[in-house]
Structure formats: C-alpha cells, structure tokens
C-alpha cells in the first residue's frame, strides 16, 4: 500500500539526505542545480553523486538554463524528470520530449506570497500554454522577496491556497499538480485537506539547517501524509 500523496524532498544536497527521504517514505528528491539565487545549488558535476544511484527517482531543477545545458544535464545526470522553475518555451518541452522520452517535463508555476494580488485568468492561460506543449506535472509554488531579490522556490512561505484550489481545480485531471511554498509538518494536514493535490513538494520545512535535513521533521511530514489516506 502506498499513500494517496506523492511527497517530494527538494532541495537536496547531499546523498545521505536522499537516502533520508527514500527510508522515510518519500516518493521523488529534487535536486537545484546551476541556479545562482539557490543557496542549495550544485553544479551538473556536484550532483553527479545524487544522481548515480539514485534511492529514488531523483528530479532536476533548472531556471533559465540555457537549452544545450538542459541537453548536458539530461545527458550527464539522466534524471526522471527535469522541472523548469521559470516558464519553458512549448518548442523545447516539445522537442525534450521527443528526443528524451523517458525524462518527464515538469513545469513550475510561481504565485505571489499570500496577501497579494493575483491575476487568475494570467495564471490559467499560462498553466494552458505548459500542459498543451505537453508537461507531465504542474507545480504550484511561491514566488517571494528575499534580501532584495526575487525567489522563484525554496522560500518557505505559502501562496494564497483559496487561489491555488481555483486554478488547481480548472486544471485538474490535465496532469498531476503538486502543492509546494511554504509546507511544513505543521502545515501539510491543512495543505492537504484543503487543496487535496496529487503531491506535496518542499524544501525549507523539512531542513535542520540549511541544505541539510532534518529526520525528525522528515519523519513527523510523512506520518502525516501517510495518515491522510491509502490506495
Ligand atoms: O531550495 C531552493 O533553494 C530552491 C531555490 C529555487 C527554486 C527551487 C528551490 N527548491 C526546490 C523546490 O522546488 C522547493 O521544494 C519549493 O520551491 C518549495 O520550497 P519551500 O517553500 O522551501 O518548501
């Protein structure tokens, strides 16, 4: 038996926090790689390790990768799917899938931290433009200021959930749409009954300090998620 909820453990930089997620009962890890405002980010090089023998299908995370880059990673770290954090052109989702059909596409959505304006209808013609080109999983996440610079991931701060229901349930049966920003073992009780996604992504929840995680909050996030619901 496994859970309803997929549970994603991004963020990852280090092997040994990989094989924390996999005994824990994680379903995928995430891997930031080659992002400069990421301070969990590692080189193609650096994660070749994560990668190698992967305890769980691992997923690299890109923004504003240039596409032969994209083509080097795929190459070279052979990951089950690789996530674009900023909006990936339909040719080159197209193109990926066609010449990589075994990596999966997955794309990012960012919405503004909860309390700030949102333009639905932008949001929805957006998501379309990413499920027509033929991406094989959504992610809604938040997109915050930090020290002065924009964040697309990694924040720890929650988007306004009223919203991500709305446009999560004018896409619903699309593609699998994962819950991210924000998400803790505190939160993820809340995250799921209100949201009800396919998966629950996050990062910053689950760290003791950061780029390292924590077993505990590991632990206490699954016995959550587990607890939600079997299939
Ligand atoms: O972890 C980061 O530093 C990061 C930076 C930029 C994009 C993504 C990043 N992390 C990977 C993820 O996809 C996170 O799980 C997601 O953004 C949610 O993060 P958090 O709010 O910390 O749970």
């Known amino acids: 038996m ?7 453990i991004c963020g990852t930089t280090n092997v040994e926090d990989a094989e924390m997620a996999a005994r ?18 590692l080189t193609i090089d650096a994660a070749k390790p994560l990668f190698s023998s992967p305890p769980l299908p691992p997923v690299a995370l890109v923004y504003n ?11 070279q770290l052979n990951p089950f799917a690789v996530q674009f954090l900023s909006l990936a052109e339909a040719s080159f989702v ?7 059909p075994r990596v999966e596409v997955w794309q990012s959505v960012h919405l503004p931290q909860a309390g700030e304006t949102v333009d639905v209808e932008n ?9 027509t080109a033929g991406v094989d999983a959504l992610l809604f996440d938040t997109a915050a ?3 002065g610079e924009m964040k697309f991931g990694g924040t720890g701060v929650t988007s306004d959930w009223d919203i991500v229901k709305k446009l999560m349930d004018s896409m619903r049966g699309t593609v699998p749409i994962w819950l991210a920003g924000g998400i803790n073992p505190d939160n993820v009780g809340e995250a799921i009954d209100k949201i009800n996604p396919y ?8 760290e003791a300090t950061r780029g390292k995680k924590d077993a505990a909050k ?3 996030l699954m016995t959550t998620i587990r607890g939600k619901g079997l299939k």
Request: glycine share 6%; proline share 2%.
């Open 145 to 147: 200021l930090s020290k």
């Open 94 to 100: 197209t193109y990926l899938k066609n010449t990589y």
């Open 24 to 41: 824990e009962g994680a379903d995928f890890f995430g891997v930031v790689v080659e992002v400069d405002f990421s301070p969990r980010s």
């Open 2 to 8: 496994t859970s309803a909820y997929k549970a994603k």
């Open 65 to 75: 990768m240039a596409s032969t880059r994209v083509e080097t990673l795929i190459q």
């Open 199 to 206: 998966g629950i992504d996050l990062c910053s929840g689950v």
């Open 123 to 131: 949001f929805q013609k957006t998501v379309q433009i990413s499920v």
């Open 218 to 220: 590991l632990r206490s």
